[in-house]
């Protein structure tokens, strides 16, 4: 099976702008997380959808959204970019059983620079 | 709040020499423990997990881990390192009930030295 892939990999945009990342899941994976990777902050949860729907929000402001697709695809977006958004972009899929935890399978990550 | 601490930002070790990283998390009823692994310009990688059973778990690589209750642990460990062993290393927590709402550790760099 294909790991997960992200695109685009790499991404320069500029204050103000706004950016949309991308995430193809495991095929047969209903849930995708989000996470910003920084190294300041390390790796922080974005947000989590599952069946379209999102299940969880860690605490980013509301210029940070997404969604997911009924092919469980997603996307999330960034609004009026800041400094301080450039970081690597991770995105994780999981199967979501329903026989107890999943595990997390990430895919290369967006990396954004934000100038 | 639920947290992971890696108290070790960075480990140097001699190649062949033995390794532990560390992990401790916050006390819940019901925890689920991984290891990622992630190289250089890459996604993270699974090592390990420990779901239930056994406490000692072993992963890819050569790599495996306790899971201690008591003393709420999961330290990563390898009897002797390579080269390419040469990355940073994150303890991630998925507590019962989180859905996929995974806490990560800020990551151990381990430095294997030639």
């Known amino acids: 099976k294909a790991g997960v892939t992200q695109t685009p990999r790499y991404l320069i945009k500029t204050r103000g702008q706004q950016v949309t990342l991308s995430c193809s899941p495991i095929?047969?994976?209903?849930?995708v997380s989000w996470y910003q990777q920084t190294p300041g902050q390390g790796l922080q949860f974005l947000f989590e959808?599952?069946?379209?729907?999102?299940?969880n929000k860690g605490n980013f402001p509301g210029r940070f959204s997404g969604r997911q697709f009924s092919n469980s695809r997603s996307e999330m977006n960034v609004s009026t970019l800041e400094l301080g958004d450039s970081a690597l972009y991770l995105c994780?899929?999981?199967?979501?059983?329903?026989?107890?935890?999943?595990?997390?399978?990430f895919g290369p990550g967006t990396r954004l620079t934000v100038l | 709040a639920q947290s992971v601490t890696q108290l070790d930002s960075q480990v140097p070790v001699f190649e062949e020499a033995p390794v532990e990283l560390r992990c401790n998390y916050s006390?819940?009823?019901?925890?689920?423990l991984f290891w990622y692994v992630q190289y250089p310009n890459q996604g993270l990688q699974l090592l390990l997990k420990?779901?239930?059973?056994?406490?000692l778990v072993k992963g890819i690589n050569g790599f495996e881990a306790e899971f201690n209750k008591s003393q709420t642990s999961f330290h990563l460990r390898k009897p002797s390192v390579h080269i390419s062993d040469t990355a940073e290393y994150f303890c991630?927590?998925?507590?019962?009930?989180?859905?996929?709402?995974?806490?990560f550790g800020t990551g151990t760099k381990l430095q294997v030295i030639p």
């Open positions: 959808y599952f069946s379209e729907t999102q299940r």
């Open positions: 994780a899929s999981s199967l979501v059983s329903g026989q107890g935890p999943d595990t997390q399978y």
């Open positions: 095929s047969g994976h209903r849930s």
């Open positions: 420990y779901l239930s059973g056994s406490t």
């Open positions: 006390s819940s009823v019901s925890v689920y």
């Open positions: 991630a927590v998925l507590y019962s009930g989180g859905y996929q709402k995974v806490t």
